[in-house]
């Protein structure tokens, strides 16, 4: 099973701790670059497995350690270039964090497969619902701007795939929610394979 991040807490910020969340910070700016669509969503919300080196890293090193590889990956990315003016990876970052701090503080309460399972549902329902707020107030909005093209934009465009779409809010229901509750799902599974998979050479790094 995983290891309680309990053990290493108090190393968080020794130098094997900082080396491990640099790296995975560059693994996950890499797979932000490494997006793709999903089905029967609009072409601009695209999935990416970023998070997963930002779940590996709070599993293993703590919530704080997560929430760092999260921030670290983006500003990487903004230095690599961003074409959204920051906007995208400042969504990246806000919704990142909001799915791996409260899947690490359930795992650090709970550190057991009921803690992964619960913090897994936690994470994945709580920021599909923060992206859904954070996009309808906030980031949809600033897309437009930075892109210079109105909002009724994005809704035309998430209409063509979803019906139901007929303005931004039905947007949110209909699309932003729903993609990010199946990315949490993804990124869940694919953390924990990774880890199990990896955890034997990570213990040892």
């Known amino acids: 099973m995983i290891r309680n991040p309990s053990q290493s807490k108090g190393a968080m910020f020794a130098t094997s ?20 669509p999903l089905p029967l969503f609009p072409s601009f ?3 990416d497995l970023s998070d997963v080196p930002a779940v590996i890293g ?16 983006n500003l990487l ?5 961003s074409n959204t003016g920051g906007v995208g990876e400042l969504a990246n970052f806000l919704v ?30 709580g920021a599909a619902v923060f992206a859904g707020v954070l996009n309808y107030f906030i980031f949809i909005p600033a897309y437009a701007v930075v892109l210079g093209f109105p909002v009724e ?8 795939v979803n019906s139901a779409v ?5 947007m949110v229901i209909f699309a932003i929610v729903p993609f990010n509750l199946i990315k949490g799902v993804i990124i869940a599974v694919a953390s924990l394979t990774v880890h199990r998979v990896l955890r034997p050479l990570w213990d040892k790094f």
């Open 17 to 36: 701790s900082m080396v491990k969340i640099g790296m995975l910070a560059g693994i996950g700016m890499v797979l932000m670059l490494l997006d793709f």
């Open 45 to 47: 919300l695209q999935i």
């Open 58 to 73: 709070a599993f293993s090193m703590g919530p704080a350690a997560g929430v760092m590889i999260e921030l670290l990956k």
């Open 77 to 81: 990315k903004i230095i690599v270039g």
């Open 96 to 125: 990142g964090a909001g799915y791996v701090l409260p899947l690490a503080l359930v795992y650090q309460r709970w550190p057991n497969r009921q803690g992964v399972l619960w913090g897994s549902i936690t994470a994945t329902v």
């Open 153 to 160: 934009v994005f809704v035309d465009t998430a209409a063509l």
């Open 166 to 170: 007929v303005d931004l809010r039905t």
